[in-house]
């Protein structure tokens, strides 16, 4: 398995701003990946990153509003852009492993007023 | 549309008995599916896994059962206990690398 640390665990942020979410894991990982969970709602899939290539973003999500980096094989990090409160969620990284499982950080619990 | 649907959003179980938490999904491509556990304000733990070529994995008190025709699986936790209590996704993929779809999840409550 892997550990897994997101920073920060909670934020609240006013309509227009922008946060930075941290992803560190404890080993080296080649692909990294960051998800949504809307109130209510499943994870949603919004970008793999994988070191040294630009992130792959899915259906719905576009960098400019989520830029990710990703310097090295233990760090990523996930900006929501300009939010608004329908950014409010929590936001996960996770990690694919040679188990070809994936593993997930604590989350990150964003509000948006 | 859903490619991975859990139809049940919540179950109650008596502390003791059997929980049995359903999962159907529509994409025939899926290959390889995981089961998830998730507390609240924590992110999801892996519970167990399948592959196609397999019917059924079992790992302690849980074990997952696997019916490609019919495009169903099911987690089954005996006994169940309080500290199951929980959220569990399913999720799917079609093959090694590619992301995985989760399910809307199932919320099981275990009654002591």
């Known amino acids: 398995s892997a550990v897994i640390s997101q920073k920060p665990s909670r934020d609240i942020c006013q309509r227009g701003t922008s946060l930075t979410i941290q992803c560190q894991v404890d080993s080296q990982v080649t692909m990294m990946f960051w998800y949504r969970q809307q109130p209510g709602q499943s994870l949603t899939l919004i970008a793999t990153a994988n070191q040294g290539s630009e992130a792959t973003y899915e259906s719905g999500f576009v960098i400019d509003k989520f830029p990710i980096s990703r310097p090295n094989l233990t760090f990523s990090t996930l900006t929501v852009s300009n939010m608004s409160p329908e950014d409010s969620s929590i936001y996960l990284c996770?990690?694919?492993?040679?188990?070809?499982?994936?593993?997930f950080g604590p989350g990150t619990r964003l509000t948006v007023l | 549309d859903q490619q991975v649907k859990q139809n049940s959003p919540s179950l109650s179980v008596q502390e003791g008995r059997i929980s049995i938490l359903n999962c159907d999904y529509t994409?025939?491509?899926?290959?390889?599916f995981l089961w998830y556990k998730k507390y609240p304000a924590e992110g999801p733990t892996f519970l167990i896994s399948?592959?196609?070529?397999?019917d059924k994995n079992e790992d302690g008190r849980f074990t997952v059962f696997l019916n490609k025709s019919a495009k169903h699986l099911s987690l089954h936790i005996v006994p169940s206990q309080p500290g199951d209590s929980a959220v569990y996704f399913c999720?799917?993929?079609?093959?090694?690398?590619?992301?995985?779809?989760f399910g809307p999840g199932t919320r099981l409550s275990v009654l002591p």
């Open positions: 399948i592959s196609s070529i397999k």
């Open positions: 999720a799917a993929s079609p093959y090694y690398g590619q992301n995985f779809v």
């Open positions: 996770s990690v694919d492993l040679s188990e070809y499982t994936q593993y």
């Open positions: 994409n025939s491509m899926f290959d390889y």
